[in-house]
């Protein structure tokens, strides 16, 4: 019998996650379908009990239901809890949600196998202080970097989030108006000024030279972020294509066991960085 996985968000007609799992179904020879599911904005719950009663067998969900999904799990992972949010959900047995994040360890995986950057004793800077960064905090800590780092806008929010993790890692936290004469190996926009085509206000300093500027967005192109970056003398530009199809792996490994190798998918998806 055909297993069945989704992705249940608003909207979700933009989303790649079908094809990609599509993808590493046949090139894993596992027997099963996704698909997306628009939920209504008051009825993820709804409509995620009755993906499971058909016979749903585990889903990533995306925006805006990923606190949502984490708040109905009954075995969140260390990651999620930390996060405060979910994007991926392995049903059974009987009544548990396990809940998983698998963004952050996607975006570690993508710099490092992808990108070909050891973060060990490495300077990293994330920049927003939102959910994308609260994912990405531990699994980058995890690789022992010698700095790790947060800025945002408003530096109440970093710290905040140097607070809520004080118990893993000791970040350095601040605005983004504190980071003149500072320089960092690996730079990361976890905000969404991609999406909209905005630059935020950083010093030219904060790129080492010959360093990775990582955007969290994908398939818009050389961002302001990552054109400020090549400007600046970083060594590497990336986009998030990476990322979404490692995150996805990493998804589909929790679910099925196997995992799919990911460079013939995130080829297929790049769009290049001009």
């Not at 008051?42 to 009663?53: A, E, H, K, M």
């Not at 570690?108 to 990405?136: C, E, M, P, S």
């Not at 003398?233 to 986009?239: K, R």
């Amino acid at each position: 019998m055909t297993d069945r996985y989704a992705l249940i968000g608003h909207p979700i007609g933009h989303s790649k996650s079908p094809l990609i799992h599509g993808l590493f179904a046949k090139a894993t020879s596992q027997d099963l379908t996704y698909t997306a599911i628009e939920a209504p904005l008051d009825g993820f719950l709804d409509t995620l009990n009755r993906f499971r009663s058909e016979g749903g067998r585990g889903s990533n969900v995306t925006l805006p239901f990923k606190l949502q999904a984490f708040e109905i799990a009954t075995d969140p992972s260390e990651t999620a809890r930390l996060a405060g949010a979910a994007n991926t959900l392995k049903f059974g047995p009987g009544e548990r949600i396990f809940a998983d994040n698998t963004d952050g360890s996607g975006l570690v995986n993508d710099i490092q196998r992808n990108q070909g950057f050891t973060l060990a004793g490495k300077r990293v800077l994330l920049l927003g202080a939102g959910g994308a960064t609260r994912g990405a905090i531990l699994p980058i800590a995890q690789q022992r970097p010698a700095l790790l780092a947060v800025a945002n806008r408003t530096a109440d929010k970093a710290h905040a989030l140097r607070q809520a993790f004080a118990a893993h890692v000791t970040l350095q936290t601040g605005g983004l108006d504190e980071l003149s004469g500072e320089a960092f190996d690996v730079v990361i926009n976890a905000t969404s000024t991609g999406l909209t085509q905005t630059a935020l206000p950083l010093p030219d300093s904060v790129f080492a030279p010959g360093a990775l500027a990582y955007d969290m967005v994908y398939g818009k192109g050389l961002t302001p972020f990552l054109r400020q970056a090549r400007t600046a003398g970083a060594g590497t530009l990336a986009d998030g294509v990476g990322m979404l199809v490692e995150q996805a792996a990493e998804a589909f490994t929790l679910w099925r066991g196997v995992r799919p190798d990911t460079r013939a998918v995130i080829q297929q998806l790049t769009v290049p960085l001009v």
